[in-house]
């Protein structure tokens, strides 16, 4: 009686596989093998203390930098926070996880990426406290470019999101990485985060917390979008047949990602939507206060702008202004909420060099 035999396993070959649709953007023979794209994204696979101390130590100086640079407001200091922050392997590491169904990988980079959370958000915090005056700080272009994201946030981090998981499966694109690593900002919104709570404004931090939300979900789906079609999954279900290993399901986590999305969507939306409609009520007011000055000698209307929910409307004119109540009538009939109209009334003129 012969004894039956096995045939060796064929290694897998993302050219003969038909779930490897990526073609001229991840070609196979620059394509990483799932083993090195593991262990670029698993902060606890190879040299496990030697990956935990360097992100760890870029984390908190990646804190350290953005923080300052969101204080002083630099942009220049701020990007170079960008650069050297890690906070991306291990949400990328998620998509890997999604990918190749290992919870246990999902559930190690989502630990990594919560505690990295709550510690640049405490370096914020205690900055903010130490700092004799955050108003001025609050007002600056770091924190209010990052405390009302739109839709045009999430679509930029959709686009980097696919960048870095593309740039990441090749193995020819790694020049391009510090890019993608400006483009999808992690650390410095949650820098932004820590400095408004230390000043006791919960919703500027909320709002900088979502648009660091967005760019995670974002990082997430794009990345396993990317490694699905690149052939990872394929990849670590061949895997598993040699090895004889159940093949755990992935659905809860793609049900999971979803909801992710939504959640951190409508609000974007809704930003979007509020921050078009100001525009559009903000000119309209602009309008409403030149026909109001029209028959004010010399009158000139400097700006219109959102101060919360009141409307701050700049005038000069070398004269008395009509009565305010006149306009604000004016903008109670344009404007749902009625908002309060302060009227900021420089004495003076405009004088122009005459033309030769």
Excluded at 88 to 105: C, D, E, Q, Y
Excluded at 257 to 269: G, L, S
Excluded at 274 to 302: F, H, I, K, N, Y
């Amino acid at each position: 009686m012969t004894a039956a035999t096995s045939a060796p396993a064929t290694p897998y070959d993302p050219k003969k596989k038909p779930g490897y649709r990526l073609g001229s953007l991840v070609p196979p023979e620059q394509r990483r093998g799932l083993a090195e794209l593991s262990d670029r994204l698993d902060l606890d696979s190879g040299d496990v203390r030697a990956k935990r101390s360097a992100f760890w130590a870029m984390l908190i100086l990646s804190g350290v930098i953005a923080t300052a640079g969101i204080v002083t407001d630099s942009t220049a200091t701020v990007i170079g926070a960008m650069i050297i922050a890690p906070l991306s392997t291990p949400i990328l590491g998620i998509g890997v996880g999604i990918v190749t169904a290992r919870p246990r990988l999902v559930g190690r980079s989502l630990s990594y990426v919560a505690v990295g959370l709550l510690l640049v958000v405490a370096l914020g915090t205690v900055t903010a406290l130490i700092l004799p005056n955050t108003a001025s700080v609050l007002q600056n272009s770091q924190v209010t470019g990052r405390t009302s994201p739109g839709v045009m946030d999430l679509i930029a981090a959709f686009a980097t999101g696919f960048a870095g998981s593309i740039a990441l499966a090749r193995k020819d694109l790694g020049d391009v990485l510090p890019g993608i690593a400006i483009a999808i900002s992690l650390v410095p919104p949650l820098g932004v985060v820590g400095v408004c709570l230390g000043a006791g404004e919960p919703s500027l931090a909320a709002g900088a917390l979502l648009l660091f939300g967005s760019n995670v979900v974002a990082l997430v789906i794009a990345s396993t979008v990317v490694f699905f079609i690149a052939g990872y999954g394929r990849e670590a279900v061949q895997v598993r047949r040699e090895l004889e290993v159940e093949r755990p399901r992935r659905r809860r986590a793609f049900t999971v990602i979803a909801v992710a999305f939504v959640i951190v969507a409508i609000p974007m939306v809704g930003n979007t939507v509020t921050a078009t409609l100001a525009s559009v009520w903000a000119g309209q007011v602009r309008t409403a206060t030149e026909e109001w000055v029209a028959d004010t000698p010399g009158a000139t209307v400097e700006n219109v702008s959102w101060q919360s929910r009141d409307l701050m409307v700049e005038v000069r004119s070398p004269g008395a202004l009509p009565d305010v109540d006149d306009l604000q009538d004016t903008v109670d009939e344009l404007i749902p909420w009625s908002p309060e109209v302060v009227v900021l009334h420089t004495v003076g003129e405009r004088v122009e060099r005459a033309s030769e």
